[in-house]
């Protein structure tokens, strides 16, 4: 059984900068894609970035597309997002996600982890 640990969330002031670690326990993850996704409180889960495998191809929602950059290292089972120029409208639980099926910004994602809230202040 795959589990996914996110780490690196926390409060910060808008402008400012975070990064985030998604690893991975169970068996290697260096075949599948892996994504970030975010939820605000009665808002439906949002995709924010993806990464193929090999991590050759990213993507990535118009909302974050020149301030977020999602990698990944294969060998530690990781996957990163750094988050830079941070607004308030970032505020939200910020969840890893491994393999996915259809595509990634489906969110029918194999794997998930349990969230890091990410909390951005004016």
């Known amino acids: 059984q795959v589990q996914l640990v996110e780490s690196g969330g926390g409060l910060v002031q808008a402008g400012e900068s975070l990064g985030l670690s998604c690893t991975g326990s169970?068996?290697?993850?260096?075949?599948?894609?892996m994504g970030w996704f975010r939820q605000v409180p009665g808002k439906e889960r949002e995709f924010v970035a993806a990464?193929?495998?090999?991590?050759?191809?990213?993507y990535y929602a118009d909302s974050v597309k020149g301030r977020f950059t999602i990698s990944r290292n294969n060998v530690k089972n990781t996957v990163y997002l750094q988050m830079n120029s941070l607004k308030t409208e970032d505020t939200a639980v910020y969840y890893c996600?491994?393999?996915?099926?259809?595509?990634?910004?489906?969110?029918?994602?194999?794997?998930w982890g349990q969230g890091t809230q990410v909390t951005v202040s004016s």
């Open positions: 996600a491994a393999r996915w099926r259809i595509g990634p910004s489906s969110g029918s994602y194999e794997y």
């Open positions: 169970g068996r290697t993850l260096s075949r599948d894609g």
């Open positions: 990464i193929t495998g090999t991590g050759s191809i990213t």
